[in-house]
């Protein structure tokens, strides 16, 4: 099955500044790729996700690119605000399969 | 997005009994539904599918005599746990597949922390 790895497992910015959050998965057939965010004590919010067909999408401050030949993705937040620290997790899946592979998260800590 | 509740959001109960967890998809028909158990600072863990009019799929280890899953409607699926015991406390998030557009998208719900005593 499908294995994701996400790194680092926590990532201190200041405020203004950006966060990289990278993900690598092992089954090249995966087409598929989202991201959430989840705040403590809540649900996860899918924020963006690619389909293996682009090689990146933007959506205001968040933006994701993928490399399907290193079977890796990342998530880019510009202009972190302190409304960003949260863990975000990534995942993987073939279209089609029920199921998400995910990856362990990261911590994202905003210093104001 | 879509939009996918949970009720209740937080249950305490005592060892022995049973708990039922609502899952509704509110704006779109979810065919599919999953149920996920998280424990504090790690992942989620997918235990089931739950799929419309069908009995549901459950994951490798995980009890389904335990965790009864019942998806009776189109927005609406339910998790049982029977018979609770304090290592059944946990944070249950369940999941809707939104197919509109084909885009497969997975929705959370907002979770339900049940603690047993």
């Known amino acids: 099955g499908e294995n994701v790895e996400q790194h680092p497992s926590t990532l201190s910015v200041q405020e203004g500044d950006s966060a990289v959050i990278k993900c690598t998965y092992s089954?090249?057939?995966?087409?598929?790729f989202p991201w959430y965010k989840q705040e403590l004590g809540k649900g996860p919010q899918l924020i963006i996700d690619i389909r293996s067909n682009v090689g990146e999408k933007k959506d205001q401050r968040i933006a994701v690119t993928l490399n399907k030949t290193a079977k890796h993705f990342s998530l880019h937040i510009t202009e972190t605000q302190p409304e960003d620290s949260a863990v975000y997790f990534c995942a993987a899946t073939l279209r089609g399969n029920n199921r998400l592979a995910f990856g362990k998260g990261n911590q994202v800590v905003v210093i104001p | 997005g879509a939009v996918v509740s949970q009720h209740p959001s937080r249950v305490i109960c005592k060892s022995g009994t049973s708990v039922k967890i609502e899952c509704r998809s509110l704006d779109f028909q979810a065919t599919t539904m999953f149920w996920y158990r998280q424990f504090p600072k790690q992942s989620l863990m997918l235990m089931a599918t739950?799929?419309?009019?069908?009995?549901?799929?459950?994951e490798q280890g995980v009890e389904k005599d335990k965790f009864l899953i019942n998806h009776a409607s189109l927005t609406l699926s339910t998790l049982t746990v029977t018979s609770a015991h304090p290592e059944d406390s946990s944070f249950y998030i369940c999941s809707a597949r939104d197919l509109r557009g084909g885009a497969e998208t997975q929705y959370f719900g907002p979770g339900t922390r049940l603690l047993v005593l």
């Open positions: 739950s799929n419309e009019g069908s009995k549901a799929t459950y």
């Open positions: 089954d090249s057939a995966s087409n598929y």
